[in-house]
């Protein structure tokens, strides 16, 4: 079951565009920052020195697409503001079409509904964990090899006193805070892929789906405490806007998993 649907989404032309762009958009994201950084460098070398100060270059992780460090942070709002939209494109939608055509009641009637449930949940997470990993994984070691040597954290690490417990840590620990906000944005991702699934399998109509997706998503991302503060390092929030904001996206991903379950597996009828 599980090699079917990877096979149907190697097949789909859709779903290869938007996972190549998902790729894509961190590179631009990291382009516009070597821009900024090294172009006058590379136009005036001689008014350097021959060489750019480690202190006034941008550190690896500082650098890196999470980190939100790009002019008009473009390139950020294009991957997180409308990330269900791209995660229903590549894979979450599939069962509207199947509903549509009425492909759907053949695969229940070929497979037990609990397993192919489980299969498509378990794909709904990962492969939107795997893309945005590999994805932002790949941008953040070519981050360490352009901003090599890099220290500047654009000011914040010269006032450490006004900073929070967590941001003092994060510019003590940079890599390894880097690192593990990229696992945990991963990990929204995945969840986000999960709750887009879940509409799916509660409302199958394209223009229902899409809307409230979108919608659920970008409330948590303009909230007080807003979803974005799990996704960003070297910032000034802390845990006591972080925690409130994960509990409350992981138990709307809960509610509505739990529901599409139940839903299509004791009451919704061939």
Known sequence: MLISELYRIVRNKKSIFFIVLLFVIP???LSMNVYVSFFDYWLHPEAYGGKLSKENLLH?????????????????????????????????DFYILEKKIGYSNIVFSKVSRNILLKTRFLLSFFLPFIIILSSLLLNFVLSLIVFKGG?????????????????????????????IYLLVFSTLAGCCGLLCSALSLLLPNYKYVYPTSFFIWIIQIMLPNSLTYLMQPFIEYGFEEIIPASILFISIVFIFSLLAWRYKVKFDEL
């Not at 697409?65 to 590549?90: C, D, E, K, N, R």
């Not at 500047?152 to 805070?177: A, Q, V, W």
């Open 27 to 29: 590179f631009v994201d």
């Open 151 to 179: 220290q500047s954290f654009m000011g914040l690490e010269m006032y450490p006193d006004h900073n929070g417990i967590l941001l003092s840590l994060s510019l003590k620990h940079p890599n390894i805070t880097y690192t």
């Open 60 to 92: 690896p992780a500082f650098a890196s697409f999470l980190s939100g460090t790009s002019q008009g942070h473009v390139a950020q709002m294009l991957l997180i503001w409308i990330l269900p939209l791209y995660l229903l494109l590549i894979y979450s």
